[in-house]
C-alpha cells in the first residue's frame, strides 16, 4: 500500500493566521477570550479551543470585556463596530483574501453598482461580505439563480474565496455572453483553486481519495465532491476512527487531502492510522521491517545509534581514538533524556505525534524503566572516565529533567509547562548544545584534557547538525507546540524562514570540513564528512517539494544522516590506519 499526501492539503493562510492569532491570545492574554462565531469550520479544532478557555459569542451583549476574535470567515462592518462598542478588545482573524473581497464590494457599493456574490448564502463568508454590500447584494448559487437576476445597469461579480472553480468559470463565460459590461473579479483564493486542480490530479494517480475535515466546512465538501466525481473511490472522513479501513484495504494507492481547515495533526493520526492497520495485510518481509523501524523510532533506540555515530565523527574529527565508552555516553545519555521528554509531554505528542502517545502509553513502565537504565548506565561510563566527566553528565541529565518537569501555568488556557520550556527556541538550543557537548568535547577532555581548534570545528559541526534536525521536526510539529504554549524555533521566525535557515546551515557545514582541513585544523580526510550534510540537504529540500510531515520512514531517514556520520568515521580510521 502507498499513501500520497496531497501537498496543498491542510491548514491555508487564512485559517492557520487565525488559529494562531487566538491560540497567542489564550497564551498570553488574561480575561476572557471569544470568537465571534466559530474561528473556523472544524470541530476538533474548536474543542481545542475550547480546552484554552475560548468561547464562543453567539450574539453580541450591550455591554463586555475581554477579548473577541473575528473569525476567518470575517463579520459584517455593523457587526466588528458593535462588538468594539459594547468594550471588548477585537482581534480581527478575518483572512486577507477575504479581506481584499470585501474591500471590492465596499468601493463599488457605494459607487452603485449592484454586488452578485457567487456563493453559499448561508455560509458566514457570504453573510459578512453582504454586510458590505448593503441593500445592493445578490447571492447566486447556482446558473438558474444567475439568469434569473434582472439585468442591471452597472454591476461587479464576486466569488465566495472557497468557491467551486468550475462554477465561477461558468458564472464567468455567462456575462461575457450575456452582461459584458458587468465587471468580473477574481476572488476565489488561489489555494482553493489549487487544492481543487490537485485533488482532480491525484484522484488520476490513485485507486481512492481520502478527504479529511469538517463536515460543515465549505470547501472540504467541494474536494469530496470533485474526488466523488472523478470516478475512484472517495471518502469524506473528520476522525482516523470513521475510516473504511476494509473498504481501502483493498486499494493499492491511496490519496489524501484535506480542507483548509483541517489540523496536520489530524491529518497524521488518518495517515497513521492507515498506515498501522493495513500494513498487516502486505508481506511477512514488509511487517517486519515496518514493525522493526516503528520500534526503533518510536522507542528512540534508532536516535540513540544515531549519537553514537556522532560521537563517532566528533572523536575522529579530532584525531582521537574511536573509544567504546565515547558512543556509549552519547548514546546513553540520549536515550534517556529523549525518553524522558517524551513520556512527560505527552500533551504535545497527542497533537505532534499521537502514534508516539499511544506507543508511551501503551509502553510506560517499560520505557520507564529504558529511560532510568539508560541514565543510569551513562553516569555509569562517566564515572570510569573520572569525577569531571560524572559531574558533567550528571549536570547535564539534571538540566534535562527540570526542563521536563511540569508546573502550573498562569493565565488563561495555558497548560502544564515548565518555565524553560516558556523561553523561546529553548528546546531547539539545549538539545543542540547537549549532543555537542557529549558527542564532541567529552572526547576531546578525556583525551587531551583541553579544547584544541579541531574540537571547537567538531562541535560547531555536530551541533549544527543537531539544530538542523530538531528544527525540522519542530516545523511538522507546530500546530501542537502553539497548543500548549511552546515557542519553538519555526514559530518564532515562520516555516519558509526556517526551511531557509535550515538550509543555509547545511549548505555551511558542507563547505566547514574542506575549509578547516585547508587551514589544518582538521585532516585533508575530513572532507569525506560534507557527504553528511549534503545529504542531509538533499532529503530537505526533497521533503520541502513533495512532503507534508514526517512520517516513520521520513524521520528514520533522518536520523540514518547521524548513523551515516558514524559509518563516515568508521570508514576513515580504516583508511587512515
Given at each position: 500500500m502507498k499513501i500520497t499526501i496531497a501537498t496543498t492539503a491542510g491548514f491555508c493562510m487564512g485559517v492557520r493566521r487565525a488559529v494562531e492569532l487566538a491560540l497567542d491570545a489564550a497564551n498570553q492574554d488574561g480575561g476572557p477570550i471569544y470568537t465571534y462565531g466559530p474561528l473556523i469550520h472544524n470541530p476538533q479544532v474548536l474543542a481545542i479551543l475550547g480546552q484554552k478557555q475560548i468561547s464562543v459569542l453567539e450574539k453580541i451583549p450591550e455591554t463586555g470585556r475581554g477579548t473577541v476574535i473575528i473569525r476567518?470567515?470575517?463579520?459584517?462592518?455593523?457587526?466588528?463596530?458593535?462588538?468594539?462598542?459594547?468594550?471588548?478588545?477585537?482581534?480581527?482573524?478575518?483572512?486577507?483574501?477575504?479581506?481584499?473581497?470585501q474591500s471590492i464590494i465596499a468601493r463599488h457599493a457605494k459607487q452603485g453598482f449592484a454586488v452578485i456574490i457567487a456563493g453559499d448564502r448561508e455560509h458566514p463568508?457570504?453573510?459578512?461580505?453582504?454586510?458590505?454590500?448593503?441593500?445592493?447584494?445578490?447571492?447566486?448559487?447556482?446558473?438558474?439563480?444567475?439568469?434569473?437576476?434582472?439585468?442591471?445597469?452597472?454591476?461587479?461579480?464576486?466569488?465566495?474565496?472557497?468557491?467551486?472553480?468550475?462554477?465561477?468559470?461558468?458564472?464567468?463565460?455567462?456575462?461575457?455572453?450575456?452582461?459584458?459590461?458587468?465587471?468580473?473579479?477574481?476572488?476565489?483564493?488561489d489555494s482553493t483553486e489549487k487544492r481543487q486542480a490537485e485533488v482532480q490530479a491525484?484522484?488520476?494517480?490513485?485507486?481512492?481519495?481520502?478527504?479529511?475535515?469538517?463536515?460543515?466546512s465549505g470547501n472540504t465538501r467541494r474536494l469530496a465532491d470533485i474526488a466523488g466525481r472523478s470516478g475512484k473511490k472517495a471518502f469524506h472522513v473528520e476522525t482516523a476512527e470513521e475510516?473504511?479501513?476494509?473498504?481501502?484495504?483493498?486499494?493499492?494507492?491511496?490519496?489524501?487531502?484535506?480542507?483548509?481547515?483541517?489540523?496536520?495533526?489530524?491529518?497524521?493520526?488518518?495517515?497513521?492510522?492507515?498506515?498501522?492497520r493495513l500494513t498487516g495485510k502486505g508481506g511477512r518481509c514488509r511487517r517486519f521491517v515496518h514493525m522493526l523501524m516503528r520500534c526503533l523510532m518510536l522507542s528512540n533506540l534508532y536516535l540513540a545509534a544515531g549519537a553514537a555515530g556522532l560521537a563517532a565523527a566528533g572523536a575522529w574529527l579530532q584525531g582521537v581514538p574511536l573509544r567504546p565508552h565515547y558512543l556509549a555516553i552519547a548514546a546513553?545519555?540520549?536515550?534517556?533524556?529523549?525518553?524522558?521528554?517524551?513520556?512527560?509531554?505527552?500533551?504535545?505528542?497527542r497533537y505532534n505525534d499521537p502514534d508516539r502517545a499511544r506507543f508511551y502509553q501503551e509502553?510506560?513502565?517499560?520505557?520507564?524503566?529504558?529511560?532510568?537504565a539508560a541514565g543510569l548506565g551513562g553516569l555509569g561510563v562517566a564515572w570510569a572516565m573520572g569525577p569531571l566527566f560524572f559531574w558533567l553528565l550528571l549536570c547535564m541529565s539534571l538540566l534535562g529533567v527540570v526542563y521536563n518537569l511540569e508546573i502550573e501555568g498562569k493565565g488563561s488556557g495555558v497548560e502544564k509547562i515548565s518555565m524553560f520550556k516558556r523561553i523561546p527556541g529553548s528546546k531547539t538550543l539545549l538539545v543542540t548544545l547537549a549532543w555537542g557537548m557529549a558527542a564532541a568535547l567529552f572526547p576531546a577532555l578525556d583525551a587531551h584534557g583541553y579544547f584544541t581548534p579541531a574540537s571547537i570545528a567538531a562541535f560547531v559541526w555536530i551541533s549544527a547538525l543537531v539544530f538542523v534536525r530538531t528544527?525540522?521536526?519542530?516545523?511538522?510539529?507546530?500546530?501542537g507546540s502553539r497548543i500548549v504554549g511552546r515557542e519553538t524555533i519555526p514559530i518564532l521566525l515562520g516555516e519558509r524562514r526556517t526551511l531557509l535557515l535550515l538550509k543555509g546551515v547545511l549548505a555551511g557545514l558542507i563547505v566547514l570540513p574542506p575549509l578547516a582541513a585547508a587551514a589544518g585544523v582538521l585532516s585533508f580526510l575530513s572532507s569525506v564528512f560534507s557527504l553528511c550534510p549534503a545529504a542531509m540537504l538533499a532529503f530537505l529540500v526533497n521533503h520541502e517539494r513533495t512532503g507534508h510531515f514526517p512520517g516513520v520512514f521520513q524521520g528514520f531517514i533522518m536520523e540514518s544522516h547521524f548513523v551515516f556520520a558514524g559509518l563516515l568515521a568508521f570508514i576513515c580510521t580504516a583508511l587512515a590506519g
Amino acid at each position: 500500500m502507498k499513501i500520497t499526501i496531497a501537498t496543498t492539503a491542510g491548514f491555508c493562510m487564512g485559517v492557520r493566521r487565525a488559529v494562531e492569532l487566538a491560540l497567542d491570545a489564550a497564551n498570553q492574554d488574561g480575561g476572557p477570550i471569544y470568537t465571534y462565531g466559530p474561528l473556523i469550520h472544524n470541530p476538533q479544532v474548536l474543542a481545542i479551543l475550547g480546552q484554552k478557555q475560548i468561547s464562543v459569542l453567539e450574539k453580541i451583549p450591550e455591554t463586555g470585556r475581554g477579548t473577541v476574535i473575528i473569525r476567518a470567515h470575517g463579520v459584517p462592518p455593523e457587526d466588528k463596530h458593535a462588538l468594539k462598542n459594547a468594550g471588548f478588545k477585537v482581534i480581527d482573524a478575518t483572512c486577507p483574501r477575504v479581506i481584499r473581497v470585501q474591500s471590492i464590494i465596499a468601493r463599488h457599493a457605494k459607487q452603485g453598482f449592484a454586488v452578485i456574490i457567487a456563493g453559499d448564502r448561508e455560509h458566514p463568508e457570504v453573510r459578512g461580505l453582504l454586510g458590505y454590500a448593503g441593500s445592493r447584494g445578490h447571492v447566486v448559487n447556482s446558473f438558474e439563480e444567475i439568469e434569473a437576476l434582472p439585468a442591471f445597469e452597472n454591476a461587479i461579480i464576486v466569488a465566495q474565496t472557497t468557491q467551486n472553480t468550475a462554477f465561477f468559470e461558468k458564472v464567468k463565460q455567462w456575462a461575457g455572453d450575456n452582461r459584458p459590461h458587468y465587471r468580473v473579479f477574481e476572488t476565489i483564493c488561489d489555494s482553493t483553486e489549487k487544492r481543487q486542480a490537485e485533488v482532480q490530479a491525484l484522484a488520476r494517480q490513485v485507486d481512492a481519495v481520502v478527504v479529511v475535515g469538517g463536515y460543515n466546512s465549505g470547501n472540504t465538501r467541494r474536494l469530496a465532491d470533485i474526488a466523488g466525481r472523478s470516478g475512484k473511490k472517495a471518502f469524506h472522513v473528520e476522525t482516523a476512527e470513521e475510516l473504511p479501513v476494509e473498504e481501502l484495504a483493498e486499494c493499492r494507492n491511496i490519496g489524501i487531502t484535506a480542507g483548509a481547515s483541517t489540523p496536520n495533526w489530524t491529518m497524521r493520526q488518518v495517515v497513521q492510522h492507515l498506515d498501522r492497520r493495513l500494513t498487516g495485510k502486505g508481506g511477512r518481509c514488509r511487517r517486519f521491517v515496518h514493525m522493526l523501524m516503528r520500534c526503533l523510532m518510536l522507542s528512540n533506540l534508532y536516535l540513540a545509534a544515531g549519537a553514537a555515530g556522532l560521537a563517532a565523527a566528533g572523536a575522529w574529527l579530532q584525531g582521537v581514538p574511536l573509544r567504546p565508552h565515547y558512543l556509549a555516553i552519547a548514546a546513553l545519555y540520549t536515550l534517556s533524556m529523549h525518553t524522558l521528554h517524551h513520556m512527560l509531554d505527552r500533551m504535545a505528542d497527542r497533537y505532534n505525534d499521537p502514534d508516539r502517545a499511544r506507543f508511551y502509553q501503551e509502553n510506560r513502565y517499560a520505557l520507564t524503566i529504558l529511560a532510568g537504565a539508560a541514565g543510569l548506565g551513562g553516569l555509569g561510563v562517566a564515572w570510569a572516565m573520572g569525577p569531571l566527566f560524572f559531574w558533567l553528565l550528571l549536570c547535564m541529565s539534571l538540566l534535562g529533567v527540570v526542563y521536563n518537569l511540569e508546573i502550573e501555568g498562569k493565565g488563561s488556557g495555558v497548560e502544564k509547562i515548565s518555565m524553560f520550556k516558556r523561553i523561546p527556541g529553548s528546546k531547539t538550543l539545549l538539545v543542540t548544545l547537549a549532543w555537542g557537548m557529549a558527542a564532541a568535547l567529552f572526547p576531546a577532555l578525556d583525551a587531551h584534557g583541553y579544547f584544541t581548534p579541531a574540537s571547537i570545528a567538531a562541535f560547531v559541526w555536530i551541533s549544527a547538525l543537531v539544530f538542523v534536525r530538531t528544527a525540522f521536526f519542530d516545523i511538522s510539529d507546530m500546530q501542537g507546540s502553539r497548543i500548549v504554549g511552546r515557542e519553538t524555533i519555526p514559530i518564532l521566525l515562520g516555516e519558509r524562514r526556517t526551511l531557509l535557515l535550515l538550509k543555509g546551515v547545511l549548505a555551511g557545514l558542507i563547505v566547514l570540513p574542506p575549509l578547516a582541513a585547508a587551514a589544518g585544523v582538521l585532516s585533508f580526510l575530513s572532507s569525506v564528512f560534507s557527504l553528511c550534510p549534503a545529504a542531509m540537504l538533499a532529503f530537505l529540500v526533497n521533503h520541502e517539494r513533495t512532503g507534508h510531515f514526517p512520517g516513520v520512514f521520513q524521520g528514520f531517514i533522518m536520523e540514518s544522516h547521524f548513523v551515516f556520520a558514524g559509518l563516515l568515521a568508521f570508514i576513515c580510521t580504516a583508511l587512515a590506519g
